[in-house]
């Protein structure tokens, strides 16, 4: 996972004519809360996802590109969170995670450091 991150990453500062902090990195959101997950081991779930993340956290902020921690807020329970499917997230949840991303992207499309 790691070094394919680290390729996608370095494509995607390409993308950005070589500025990484004009890329904008989330992190991957926890589907073991969903509905999708019932029976499965939850808390194995959120292990891999946290070991994910901090893999690509690491990668990220190494590059000098943004990092968005959406996690925490897909974990949290709230009615209209999910999806009709109970695996991907509702427009609502989408919004709290673009709530999240908007400084850092506003600081990526302005060129701040």
Do not use: K
């Not at 990484?20 to 779930?45: H, K, N, Y």
């Not at 943004?66 to 997230?89: F, I, M, Q």
């Amino acid at each position: 996972y790691e070094a394919e991150f680290r390729a996608l990453l370095t494509q995607a500062i390409g993308f950005a004519g070589g500025a990484a902090a004009r890329v904008v990195v989330l992190s991957i959101p926890d589907w073991g809360v969903t509905a999708f997950a019932e029976g499965r081991d939850r808390v194995a779930i959120a292990r891999e996802i946290d070991a994910f993340n901090a893999a690509a956290r690491a990668a990220t902020t190494a590059a000098g590109a943004r990092w968005v921690d959406v996690t925490p807020a897909s974990r949290e329970r709230r009615a209209g969170w999910e999806a009709a499917d109970g695996l991907h997230p509702a427009g609502v949840q989408y919004g709290a995670w673009a709530a999240l991303a908007l400084a850092p992207a506003r600081a990526a499309l302005a060129g701040a450091g």
